[in-house]
């Protein structure tokens, strides 16, 4: 998307730039001295005159958005539990008393889409995410979900290759998740006898 040159303020170019981090829509209307920025269909950042010179509510609302984002990631890698959204935001909610679990969910796809965190999928209903991006496997324990790192070979690259080679298929990632019973629901010893569903 290019800029175009018209009236220019420090809040429309903050504006304008998260636009194009994010992908969202911009455009621009001036009318009786006040301007709409649009930065999403159907939503937009109305600036008076003085405003646009100010700029502190915009300011303001970024930056609290950015602090929610921050702390929405710091509780995801800080903990092992592999979380949903309903946990981190119960853990977030004290001190962020504007915090909506909407945010929360938005702020983890937003994370998930950058890389910053991942998506395990469902279990029991409702979507657990991980902080740790890097390649791991997990446990999912059938009787009270828990969802565990475990130690396993992850798929490399020459594992997709010789995929792609037998199957014409392209294969761009891959997960490893095993089904069974955490330590706590298997009892004392954490073993069961190994089974194929």
């Keep these: 998307m290019e800029e175009k040159a018209v009236g220019r303020s420090p809040e429309r170019d903050r504006l304008f730039s998260d636009c194009l981090q ?22 937009c950042a109305t600036l008076s005159k003085d405003q646009r010179k100010g700029g502190r509510q915009v300011e303001e609302r970024r930056e609290n958005f950015s602090r929610k984002r921050a702390a929405i990631l710091a509780v995801l890698q800080n903990t092992k539990l592999h979380p949903t959204a309903e946990w981190v935001y119960a853990q977030l909610k004290p001190e962020y008393p504007d915090l909506s679990l909407g945010t929360v969910y938005r702020n983890l796809n937003r994370l998930r889409e950058k890389g910053q965190a991942a998506s395990l999928g469902t279990v029991g209903g409702r979507e657990r995410f991980d902080g740790d991006v890097s390649p791991h496997a997990h446990l999912v324990c059938e009787k009270c979900g828990a969802v565990l790192d475990v130690p396993a070979r992850m798929p490399e690259a020459a594992d997709f290759r010789c995929i792609a080679e037998e199957t014409g298929c392209r294969v761009r990632s891959a997960s490893l998740a095993f089904r069974g019973l955490c330590p706590d629901c298997a009892g004392e010893t954490g073993r069961e006898e190994p089974h194929a569903k």
């Design 22 to 43: 994010t992908g969202a829509a911009f455009c621009e209307q001036t009318e009786n001295n006040n301007s709409s920025y649009f930065t999403n269909p159907g939503k």
